[in-house]
């Protein structure tokens, strides 16, 4: 626990040098990184009460990581671990949003934003985004559906740089995946076997989820 709490710390002070770089600003790369340690945190806190195992954020040029260390029991406690990713973070987001107001900062403002922005580009249904799990407690071949979301993003922010990068890196990840799920579906068919009940009530709370951060971005 103690080593795995200092690859984290050193992991996020050694970003905020990296997003420095990337982001020409210290300040904007330190909210963002806070605001995906929240959302880190997220999933940590759910995979514990679920009794996971798993480590604290580590953070990388690409974002923030946790790893479990052991399968969840089904889809949905899947599911449920990566939603609270996006839930979490887009709380600490709208905290930050509400900060923004309140002291009239622009800075904070364009914070909260790009904050909201990667809670939603991880809605996108394909690993290892977390959408790309809770897919697997709705429809585990939503990847396609996921391909189309992930090209239409990408075309409004650019592939130039290091978006190309993680373009490349989500669809190389995802393409890995979908074999994965589909070896694992014919050994394991069980394990998205979660019933009706939970697989409506984890598109209900996708759907809505997608839908929140969307109306809150443009304010359609």
């Not at 050694?14 to 990337?22: A, C, D, G, R």
């Not at 995906?36 to 997220?42: A, D, F, P, R």
């Not at 396609?144 to 979301?149: A, E, I, R, T």
């Amino acid at each position: 626990m103690r080593n795995n709490l200092y690859a984290t710390l050193i992991s996020f002070f050694l970003m905020i040098f990296v997003w420095s770089w990337m982001f020409g600003s210290w300040t904007f790369a330190l909210g963002l990184l806070v605001l995906v340690g929240i959302h880190e945190m997220g999933h940590y806190v759910v995979a514990r009460a679920l009794g996971i195992t798993v480590t604290l954020p580590i953070f990388t040029p690409f974002g923030g990581m946790v790893s479990m260390k052991e399968t969840p029991r089904n889809a949905y406690d899947e599911a449920l671990v990566a939603f609270a990713g996006p839930f979490v973070g887009t709380i600490g987001a709208l905290g930050a949003m509400v900060l923004a107001i309140y002291t009239d900062s622009s800075a904070i403002m364009q914070i909260a934003n790009a904050g909201l922005f990667l809670n939603l580009l991880n809605l996108v249904p394909l690993a290892p985004l977390d959408g790309g799990r809770i897919s697997m407690a709705i429809e585990r071949r939503l990847w396609v559906l996921g391909v189309l979301l992930l090209a239409v993003m990408f075309y409004f922010i650019g592939f130039s740089g290091i978006n190309g990068l993680v373009l490349l890196l989500i669809v190389y990840s995802a393409y890995q995946d979908v074999k994965q799920r589909t070896i694992q579906a014919v050994e394991t068919p069980e394990y998205f076997a979660v019933g009706l009940w939970p697989r409506v009530t984890a598109s209900v709370a996708y759907l809505a989820m997608i839908g929140f951060l969307v109306f809150t971005l443009t304010g359609l």
